[in-house]
């Protein structure tokens, strides 16, 4: 079998799975020379995913990691990435994943904190997907597949990237426009 999965190389904007070389006819422009989508594609996509949440925590105002809800109900933006953080390792428990890293304290998790557990999980996540790929394309604990495994987890980040920008406007700590704009901006994080 081949390991599509088995080798990540450092690029500058992160770790990266090495790609089937795409092909340059512009009628074939955006495919694969071996058919659909490889495994490696899903795990960058999923890289990329992480180091747009990476991205948005180094490009908070300071005052916005602990601020309050104006309406005083709902979570800080520390709970909300403490949040995005503990689900993975309850899917990574649910997986019966070899590496599950620590939970994170909403009320106390500091940035730094928050940046190094989100990889800590994206790399724990990273070998469930690549060994389901490899194998049977099903994750332990969710159905259907791998596929929506992958779905689900970038779909979760998302909707909490969203919050995350939201309450940093609404609590007077909006994002720089840049920030807004490179979150968009997956090809160079």
Wanted: glycine letters at 8%; hydrophobic letters at 40%; proline letters at 7%.
């Amino acid at each position: 079998m081949r390991r599509a999965c088995a080798r990540v190389e450092s690029s500058p904007i992160g770790p990266q799975v090495n790609t089937p070389k795409r092909t340059e006819s512009p009628e074939t422009a955006g495919t694969y020379h071996d058919g659909p989508v490889p495994p490696v594609a899903l795990l960058n996509a999923f890289n990329t995913n992480n180091r747009i949440n990476q991205y948005l925590i180094d490009n908070l105002p300071q005052g916005a990691w602990n601020a309050k809800p104006t309406d005083g109900k709902g979570r800080t933006i520390a709970a909300i990435v403490a949040h995005m953080h503990n689900v993975r390792v309850m899917w990574l428990k649910a997986a019966k994943a070899e590496k599950i890293p620590e939970q994170l304290n909403r009320a106390t998790v500091k940035p730094s904190q928050a940046m190094r557990a989100l990889e800590a999980s994206r790399e724990a996540l990273s070998v469930v997907l690549c060994r389901a790929l490899e194998s049977d394309g099903r994750v332990k604990g969710f159905r259907p597949d791998a596929a929506g495994f992958l779905g689900y987890l970038i779909a979760h980040d998302a909707h909490h990237r969203g919050q995350i920008t939201m309450l940093a406007r609404q609590t007077g700590h909006p994002l720089p426009q840049k920030a807004m704009f490179g979150m968009w901006e997956w090809g160079s994080r």
